[in-house]
C-alpha cells in the first residue's frame, strides 16, 4: 500500500480548488517503498517511463505493485486505487548522485 497523506504540502499548490496528488509525489512515494522492501535505504532508481491514467486525490487508498527486476535491474510498476489503474511505468536503479562509477 501506499500512503500521501491528506495534509500533503503539494496538495496546497496542485490544485487549491481540486487536490490532486502530483505524479512526482505518486512516482517518489513508489520508488522509496520498493526501496524500502529491498533494503535500500535511500531510493536511487531513474524514471525508465510513467504513465499515469487518472488523478489521485487526497485520502485515496493506493495498491503498490511491482515485478521482479528485469536482468538490467529496471523494475516495472503498476499503482491502483479501487480496483482501477493509476499509472505504470518502470525504474531504473541508477548510482547515487555524488559517486563516481570508476
Same mark, same amino acid.
Not at 7 to 17: N, W
Not at 18 to 33: E, F, K, N, T, W
Not at 94 to 101: A, K, L, N, T
Given at each position: 500500500?501506499?500512503?500521501?497523506?491528506?495534509?500533503?504540502?503539494?496538495?496546497?499548490?496542485?490544485?487549491?480548488?481540486?487536490?490532486?496528488?502530483?505524479?512526482?509525489?505518486?512516482?517518489? =512515494? *513508489?520508488?522509496? /517503498? +520498493? %526501496?524500502?522492501?529491498?533494503?535500500?535505504?535511500?531510493?536511487?532508481?531513474?524514471? #525508465?517511463?510513467?504513465?499515469?491514467?487518472?488523478?489521485?486525490?487526497?485520502?485515496?487508498?493506493?495498491?503498490?505493485?511491482?515485478?521482479?527486476? =528485469? *536482468?538490467?535491474? /529496471? +523494475? %516495472?510498476?503498476?499503482?491502483?486505487?479501487?480496483?482501477?489503474?493509476?499509472?505504470? #511505468?518502470?525504474?531504473?536503479?541508477?548510482?547515487?548522485?555524488?559517486?563516481?562509477?570508476?
Amino acid at each position: 500500500m501506499l500512503e500521501i497523506p491528506a495534509d500533503h504540502p503539494a496538495f496546497a499548490g496542485h490544485f487549491p480548488d481540486h487536490p490532486i496528488v502530483p505524479g512526482v509525489v505518486l512516482v517518489d =512515494a *513508489a520508488a522509496r /517503498a +520498493i %526501496a524500502a522492501a529491498f533494503g535500500l535505504g535511500e531510493p536511487c532508481w531513474q524514471i #525508465g517511463s510513467v504513465k499515469f491514467v487518472r488523478p489521485v486525490g487526497p485520502g485515496e487508498a493506493l495498491r503498490l505493485s511491482w515485478k521482479a527486476p =528485469a *536482468a538490467s535491474g /529496471a +523494475i %516495472a510498476l503498476s499503482i491502483d486505487t479501487a480496483g482501477q489503474p493509476v499509472a505504470s #511505468g518502470t525504474l531504473t536503479p541508477r548510482p547515487p548522485v555524488g559517486r563516481d562509477s570508476a
